[in-house]
């Protein structure tokens, strides 16, 4: 009964590959997003979508394209990854409408390591 | 963009002790929401508080209470009765009332050590 479940939690892979990492939550929230939190361990959001639209698209390289084919799933996949992207990936959901002030339910993260 | 500031990138507090974290951020609005989220070394992230700006009274959840100076653009993290499993990263985050894509600002944390 996770609220927020992400898959993989670890993914290791060579330059130059593509993958995917997916989001499901289980809490009828309406908007959801992907965190990058770097070696530093800083959070930034890349990408938030609000029932299926997007609507925050921060300056990530094109190479990462979130795809949300429900408003209870949000995956993101990464083309031509670079070691550079090795980090840590945090999906979240919130139920803008009426929580604004609530805050994100965050899902486990995934550690994503290009070697 | 808001900037959010956690100034003690390290901090330690003996068992049973009380600790602060210190958080202070940068905004011209007057309707936003402050949080404090703890992650501890399972990554997870955990809600620990929250206050909205508008409240003048200082939000606490059990052990955890803040201070918030709205004047000041303050929002500190008191633990009391620190307790082992109180170790963890913890980030304060802003979150503007306005915002349309909801999104959160948050600083670049403080690892807190408890010490038996």
């Known amino acids: 009964d996770t609220a927020v479940s992400q898959t993989p939690k670890y993914l290791v892979t060579q330059m130059g590959n593509d993958k995917s990492i997916k989001c499901e939550q289980n809490?009828?929230?309406?908007?959801m997003y992907w965190y990058k939190q770097d070696s530093k361990k800083f959070l930034k959001i890349m990408f938030s979508?609000?029932?299926?639209?997007?609507?925050i698209n921060e300056t990530v390289p094109n190479r990462f394209s979130p795809k949300s084919p429900d408003k209870a799933h949000l995956n993101l996949h990464i083309n031509s990854l670079e070691l550079g992207d090795s980090a840590v990936y945090f999906c979240?959901?919130?139920?803008?409408?009426?929580?604004?002030?609530?805050?994100?339910?965050f899902g486990s993260g995934t550690r994503l390591t290009v070697v | 963009a808001q900037t959010v500031t956690q100034s003690q990138p390290e901090m330690s507090v003996q068992e049973a002790e009380t600790v602060t974290l210190s958080c202070t951020y940068d905004?011209?609005?007057?309707?936003?929401?402050l949080f404090w989220y703890k992650q501890p070394p399972s990554r997870q992230m955990i809600l620990v508080i929250r206050?909205?700006?508008?409240?003048?009274q200082n939000a606490t959840e059990n052990r955890f209470s803040v201070n918030f100076q709205k004047a000041a653009k303050s929002f500190s993290l008191k633990i009391s009765d620190s307790q082992l499993g109180d170790a963890a990263m913890y980030f304060c985050?802003?979150?503007?009332?306005?915002?349309?894509?909801?999104?959160?600002?948050f600083g670049t944390g403080t690892s807190l050590t408890v010490i038996p």
């Open positions: 979240a959901s919130s139920q803008y409408v009426t929580g604004p002030g609530y805050g994100y339910t």
């Open positions: 809490l009828g929230h309406d908007t």
């Open positions: 979508y609000n029932n299926k639209e997007l609507i």
């Open positions: 905004t011209s609005e007057s309707d936003y929401y």
């Open positions: 206050q909205e700006a508008y409240k003048q």
């Open positions: 985050a802003y979150r503007s009332a306005r915002d349309t894509g909801n999104q959160f600002y």
